[in-house]
């Protein structure tokens, strides 16, 4: 095995490593804490391997219970809780020197990872958000606190990393130790914030503003404006009155905004004049269905790479502002509706937009016309037209002007022809999918032949031969002629690709009996066989 390769392999096997060391932390009791904590902040030092060594070969479990044996590091929780209470934090790690004079062995193989890499590992130690948050919320019990307790090194490398530090959540926490919420309160949150932002200084910080904050952490976060670089929040009165406070351009590091949901009727005009604080915006993520038309001219759509809007955008407004995006690689609005004046067409390039979403009440995907996208991979389209019929053709044309390849492509139409169905199926332009969903009117016997491999619905060629990810909505087949499609396109060795997962929304009938005996039977041997199956019914 190469060097490259070898230390390839350990980097991963570190990963576990540390993953498992500071999950040994907090998996005892609580009232074990103090002494797991003394055993377990030995680890890293006590693994002393050689630099040949294969760390692979060596029981992760074996290695780890071993190191918890250990006795030698007195750091405990108590010294943070004293530091988030004001103390100084900068107390080194204390050995028994004594104790460790018979170590013999030589340095271990994480003691010579370049720091870099290491500090790439310590990110992945990183705990994921809670539900409603897009950042971790500070504890004292989780990484990256918890890295400072394992050794002087890791404590080093933690300090010095300031992207550790940089991205959390307002959120009132709680602690494993101290579950009181009068304590979480004081110590937990306005505390762990403070040192938060201390340790981070300077980096640019990514920051939650949840329901629940504090005034006392909110006013230690808008005291760092300047340092913004990510905001996730729920608006209300109050806190639009706030964030209008900040002066025009005030945020200058913000490029990414996530406002999910609004109650704010007292506030409602000002918020298009929100976006006005934060001129360098690059990606917005906005739901409120009770957007005033104003905000949509304030979005800076020629400098905005990602797009996410749930609203109700007028089609005039929708056509005139996608034609500016000029630098977009993702958009995603929910949902265009018809506006008062008629739409007028539009010519437009968007050399980098790869993923597009629209769901619309305006129109079906002729909504595009004007339109040229030599990048997009990913095109989701649902509609809610009156139209009789679909101009499916429009998607093949789309495909032929922008010189694309569609990977993904999901349409939901509820009233659509089972006719127009089967001509979106056979357009050329689709036959390179590897994902597809169609959630329309109850899927027919001929819609399901036509999708078998090879094509089992006479006079029609094979569909899809690259498909591996197949979305149904709305099967109500007759039994046993869904399992035969989706075995058609399982454990092929002869075609371009197997399927590998299967989601499927199934009709209930007469009272709630099923009609797919045979299918799910038979799916369900697929499924042990390997296949991915997601099931539901309606």
């Known amino acids: 095995m190469t060097t490259k390769h ?57 290695m780890v219970q071993s190191q918890i044996r250990s006795k030698y590091f007195s750091r405990t929780f108590e010294d943070d809780e004293r530091s ?13 020197h004594q104790a460790c004079q018979h170590l013999s062995q030589p340095p271990c193989y994480i003691t010579r990872l370049p720091v870099e890499l290491l500090g790439e590992i310590f990110i992945h130690c990183i705990p994921l958000s809670q539900p409603g948050d897009q950042n971790p919320v500070p504890r004292i019990e989780d990484a990256p606190m918890l890295l400072c307790h394992v050794c002087s090194h890791w404590r080093r490398i933690a300090l010095s990393f300031t992207v550790l530090w940089s991205s959390f959540s307002g959120r009132c926490c709680g602690t494993y130790r101290n579950p009181t919420r009068e304590r979480n309160v004081r110590v937990a949150t306005e505390a762990l914030v403070q040192l938060w932002l201390e340790r ?40 639009v009155r706030e964030l209008m406070a900040i002066t025009q351009a005030g945020a200058p590091l913000v490029e990414d905004l996530c406002i999910i949901g609004c109650v704010c009727d007292n506030t409602l005009r000002d918020i298009p004049a929100l976006l006005l604080r934060f001129p360098n ?95 997009l991979r990913t095109l989701k389209f649902n509609t809610r037209s ?43 332009c689709l036959q390179a999918l ?31 031969p690259r498909l591996e990810r197949l979305h149904l909505r709305h099967i109500a087949t007759t039994d046993g002629l869904l399992s035969d499609m989706i075995a058609s396109r399982w454990g092929l060795t ?9 989601k499927l929304v199934l009709s209930l009938r007469l009272r709630g009996v099923l009609l797919h005996d045979i299918d799910v039977s038979r799916i369900n041997e697929l499924e042990k066989q390997g296949l991915s199956v997601s099931w539901s019914w309606f």
Not at 202 to 223: C, E, G, M, W
Not at 358 to 365: F, K, N
């Open 434 to 464: 590897r994902e597809l969903q169609i959630s329309g009117p109850d899927m027919s016997d001929r819609i399901l032949s036509l999708l078998a491999y090879p094509s089992t619905a006479p006079g029609d060629g094979s569909v899809f």
């Open 281 to 375: 915006l690059r990606r917005l993520y906005y739901n409120n269905m009770r957007t005033p038309h104003a905000f949509f001219p304030n979005i800076p759509w020629s400098q905005m790479t990602h797009v996410t809007l749930c609203v109700d955008f007028p089609a005039d407004q929708f056509m005139k502002s996608l034609s500016q995006c000029v630098v977009a690689e993702y958009i995603d609005i929910q949902w265009v509706c018809p506006s008062s004046t008629p739409i007028q067409s539009v010519l437009a390039t968007l050399p980098r937009l790869a993923y597009l979403r629209i769901d619309s009440d305006a129109g079906d995907i002729t909504l595009l016309d004007g339109f040229t996208l030599p990048s």
């Open 494 to 502: 002869q075609g371009p690709a197997s399927l590998t997962h299967v």
């Open 386 to 428: 009156n139209l009789a019929h679909r101009n499916f053709g429009a998607l093949e044309a789309l495909a032929v002007r922008s010189s694309c390849t569609l990977e993904t492509f999901h349409m939901e139409d509820l009233t659509i022809l089972e006719e127009d169905l089967i001509g979106y199926l056979r357009l050329p």
């Open 84 to 96: 988030v209470d004001g103390e100084s934090d900068s107390r080194c790690v204390t050995v028994d």
């Open 200 to 239: 981070s200084h300077p980096h640019p910080i990514s920051i939650d503003f949840p329901v629940s904050i504090l005034p006392a952490v909110k006013r230690l976060l808008f005291a760092n404006v300047h340092r913004w670089e990510s905001v996730t929040t729920r608006l209300d009165d109050k806190f």
């Open 6 to 62: 070898q230390d390839k392999k350990n980097s991963m096997y570190i990963i576990c490593t540390c993953r498992a060391i500071l999950h040994k932390l907090f998996e005892p009791p609580l009232c074990e804490f103090h002494g797991v904590l003394h055993s377990s902040a030995h680890c890293c030092r006590s693994l002393c391997f050689s630099a040949e060594a294969d760390w692979s070969k060596i029981p992760l479990e074996e």
